[in-house]
């Protein structure tokens, strides 16, 4: 049932750091995305609970995060989940955000960075985030039959990886704020033994 991109480097990998390896994408490849995506669109609710009932069922471990889901097993139970039903069209509702913005980097960068902040206040770590890209592509792929092509693969892994290095950014940057005004507050706490009555 597994699909055949599972191991094939789609999974969350170190990002290096240096602007120049980062791979963009081509004029051509955010065609390629915007055409496939219409099609997608048209059975967006289905993609995103196949998405994450395959993310559940390969990476059990991500149900952690996830607290209406942690406990459970069944995965025809999840199917039919309208928690997970609303949470798949959250999420590819900032993918059809994300298409949106595909002309406009900048404004594609601040909601993904803003997503990755937000994962921070839910205890979502990066180290998930690239795993639903690569769902994503098995959930679209019999979708899309004859118009996949190992191009179009290529346009919408390097879209998850810039979403994905964009979301661990905010996620960062959240972790560090929330740990300066940890060491600012108790900085400015008074130490009770040393305050005479």
Request: some cysteine; glycine content about 6%.
């Amino acid at each position: 049932m597994g699909c055949a991109i599972s191991g094939l480097g789609l999974a969350p990998r170190q990002v290096n750091e240096s602007r120049g390896e980062e791979e963009h994408l081509t004029e051509e490849q955010i065609g390629m995305i915007k055409v496939s995506w219409k099609v997608i669109q048209e059975d967006i609710a289905k993609v995103g609970i196949i998405m994450f009932v395959r993310l559940f069922e390969t990476h059990p471990e991500c149900k952690d995060v996830f607290f209406l889901f942690r406990d459970v097993e069944d995965l025809e139970r999840l199917r039919t989940s309208k928690e997970l039903r609303a949470h798949g069209l959250r999420v590819m509702s900032f993918i059809e955000k994300s298409v949106a913005r595909l002309d406009q980097l900048e404004r594609l960068d601040m909601l993904a960075v803003e997503l990755g902040k937000s994962h921070y206040r839910y205890n979502a770590p990066p180290k998930y985030y690239g795993y639903v890209g690569t769902e994503f592509i098995c959930a679209v792929r019999p979708i899309l039959k004859e118009k996949w092509t190992p191009e179009l693969e290529k346009a919408w892994k390097t879209l998850f990886q810039y979403i994905t290095r964009l979301m661990r950014q905010g996620y960062l940057e959240e972790e560090g704020t929330k740990r300066t005004h940890m060491l600012v507050s108790t900085k400015e706490r008074p130490d009770k033994r040393n305050t005479a009555l």
